[in-house]
T-cell receptor, first 113, second 110 residues
Framework: KAGVTQTPRYLIKTRGQQVTLSCSPI?????VSWYQQTPGQGLQFLFE???????NKGNFPGRFSGRQFSNSRSEMNVSTLELGDSALYLC????????????FGSGTRLTVV | KNEVEQSPQNLTAQEGEFITINCSYS?????LHWLQQHPGGGIVSLFM???GKKKHGRLIATINIQEKHSSLHITASHPRDSAVYIC????????????FGKGTHLIIQP
């Protein structure tokens, strides 16, 4: 079965621009969560969506937002990009069962110049 | 707030050696994940465990809930095991309940 697909894989943006990243979960998975990974901070939780509703949000500024569509695909948007937003952005999908497991995508590497 | 500490941060070993990576956490969790990340970024979930021990091929993960400690072991290590191994404690409440360790960078030399 197809895994979690993230597009694009690589992105270079200029400071001040905005960016939209996409995540298609495994078929049947209704939960999608987003993470930021940087060399300094490691992996940090951004937000989680379930059935088109944001369930939880991490400690990130309002410039970071997301949404989920009825087919469970999710997008995250970062507005007014800063140099510090350069990171690997990962999404993961889950069935949200008691045997709580995640499947991660390959990530989108964002570079802000 | 749950803190997750991993040790060692970096580990270089020879092919065939037995590898142990440790993970400790500060507050109670309901499950712990071990993840593997290869150069290029993709993350693979190796184990999710809430008690005892799990084995998959040459990988073994153990957890001691009372001692708030988990270990990942690799037997007969191979250069293809070279990767970053990350543990993450799950304390419930959705994906924001995942707190990640900083990772252990493992290099297996032939």
């Amino acid at each position: 079965k197809a895994g979690v697909t993230q597009t694009p894989r690589y992105l270079i943006k200029t400071r001040g621009q905005q960016v939209t990243l996409s995540c298609s979960p495994i078929s049947g998975h209704r939960s999608v969560s987003w993470y930021q990974q940087t060399p300094g901070q490691g992996l940090q939780f951004l937000f989680e969506y379930f059935s088109e509703t944001q369930r939880n949000k991490g400690n990130f500024p309002g410039r970071f937002s997301g949404r989920q569509f009825s087919n469970s695909r999710s997008e995250m948007n970062v507005s007014t990009l800063e140099l510090g937003d350069s990171a690997l952005y990962l999404c993961a999908s889950s069935l949200l069962t008691t045997d709580y497991g995640y499947t991660f995508g390959s990530g989108t590497r964002l570079t802000v110049v | 707030k749950n803190e997750v500490e991993q040790s060692p941060q970096n580990l270089t070993a020879q092919e065939g050696e037995f590898i142990t990576i440790n993970c400790s956490y500060s507050v109670g969790i309901s499950a712990l994940h071990w993840l593997q990340q290869h150069p290029g970024g993709g993350i693979v979930s190796l184990f999710m465990l809430s008690s005892g021990k799990k084995k998959h091929g040459r990988l073994i993960a153990t957890i001691n809930i009372q001692e708030k400690h988990s270990s990942l072991h690799i037997t007969a290590s191979h250069p293809r095991d070279s990767a970053v191994y990350i543990c993450a404690g799950y304390s419930g409440g959705g994906a924001d309940g995942l707190t990640f360790g900083k990772g252990t960078h493992l290099i297996i030399q032939p």
